[in-house]
């Protein structure tokens, strides 16, 4: 059984050209001209492209005293309602769990998954144990650990816990993740905005101003760059986290930074709504920020400063946001995204001019499979790789609504907002999945992607960290120590 998409211009990241993609046992067979098959799929005026790979998602994740609201079943559903065919999820051990016992709750609750999935580990603390068990993370393909700088109390690590991660993940040839945000100063500027009687949604943004994130950016980038290893900033949100990260790649070092398509899309005027449940809706960490900063990560994607768009898919519905009516602090944070992150930088990003369909198709798949050392098996459409494709028929719109959405809860931060640029197919490893917009997906579908350590960007780091250690310099005289 072959299928194959006939009379569409295959776009990549780096090349555009017409050409019909032959698919068989799940991989990409054959790419070019009059390919025929058993099944035929018609993306004439579509552009044929790799399907999205989301690297930041929370599913059914337990936060803040309750879980986000959806699970690997409506959270991969609505990953490829939207074009995406790849999410990588945090296994997320609470402080005091081992990691191995975390992954096994992940294990389990991911084999609802329609589409491929992998994970990251967070280390939220550290021990003799968490160092020991994060090689048979390793061993087990996950290459990448998240580590809070933010949610003190919970599960912030400090400096300390964070230098002798990163030093092990320099050792394991896997590369450090950091939510950045200074914690300590969060949970101050929270107590002080707290006992003057300012309870609302909008005092979470006033709690974590784009300072406490820039500061913990810059932090992080010099504590990754002593440690010899990679860094990956997640959920940069203002000029001040991607002025670091940007002064960071200009000395040469290796850091990655990933804004979300909220940030770019959303701004922080969503707190000033006059209905708390709006507000409360839009709750997340980093907040949403003011025009100039979503300029500011706009011009990162475009000059490649920032390297992936990601939704930090982390969905509660709005009666979980009431948890906290008078207490900002208890507002479960994390809002959706998934099936809307491809459809929306289409639209602003490639329909205003701001991307071109090359820089998004690597901001939204190809960079991160190559920084997960995924790739070509994801990322690409390739001859041997995973036929995970999204059709997008750059003439196809819609007005987003919770109505229509495949997420489990009840509103969408894009409520309203048009979006033109929709896949008309999507496929994940061959499966069609969707068909202008009807799910045709299957539970259980999804296989884990196991990564493999020590990609190009970590030996070369190792190289030179070995080259310029400290070496203790051997001598001839040496005088007799003082009387
Ligand atoms: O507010 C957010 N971002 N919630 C999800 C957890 C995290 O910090 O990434
Ligand atoms: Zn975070
Ligand atoms: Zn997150
Ligand atoms: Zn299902």
Partial sequence: MSTVIKGGTVVTADLSYEADVRIEGGRIAEIGQNLKGDEVLDASGCYVMPGGIDPHTHLEMPFMGTYSADDFDSGTRAALAGGTTMVVDF????????????????DNKSTRAHCDYSFHMAVTWWSEQVFNEMKEVVDRGITTFKHFMAYKGALMVNDDELFASFQRCAELGAIPLVHAENG??????????????????EAHAY????????????????????????????????????????????AGKRVWGEPLIQHLTLDESEYAHPDWDHAARRVMSPPFRNKAHQDSLWAGLAAGSLSCVATDHCAFTTDQKRYGVGDFTKIPNGTG???????????QGVGTGR???????????????????????????????????????????????????QSAIDYNVFEGMTVKGLPRFVLSRGKVSVTEGAMSSEEGHGQFVARPPAGAVNKALSSWKELTAPRKVERTGIPASGV
């Fill in 337 to 347: 995204g998934l099936e809307d992150r491809l459809p929306m930088l289409w639209t």
């Fill in 355 to 405: 991307l071109t369909p090359q820089e998004f198709v690597a901001v939204t798949s190809t960079n991160i499979a190559k920084i997960l050392n995924i790739y070509p098996r994801k990322g690409a459409i390739l001859v041997g790789a995973d036929a995970d494709i999204v059709v997008l028929d750059p003439t196809r719109e819609k007005v987003i609504s919770a109505k229509t959405q």
């Fill in 91 to 106: 296994a997320l051990p609470s402080p005091g769990q081992g990691l191995l016992d975390a992954l096994q709750m992940w």
């Fill in 184 to 201: 300590d100063v969060v949970a101050e500027l929270s107590a002080k905005l707290l006992a003057a009687g300012n309870n609302g949604p």
């Fill in 207 to 250: 709690s974590r101003p784009p300072q406490v994130e820039g500061e913990a950016t810059n932090r992080a980038i010099m504590i990754a760059d002593m440690a010899g290893v990679p860094l990956y900033v997640v959920h940069v949100s203002c000029e001040e986290s991607h002025e670091a990260i940007r002064r960071a790649r200009q």
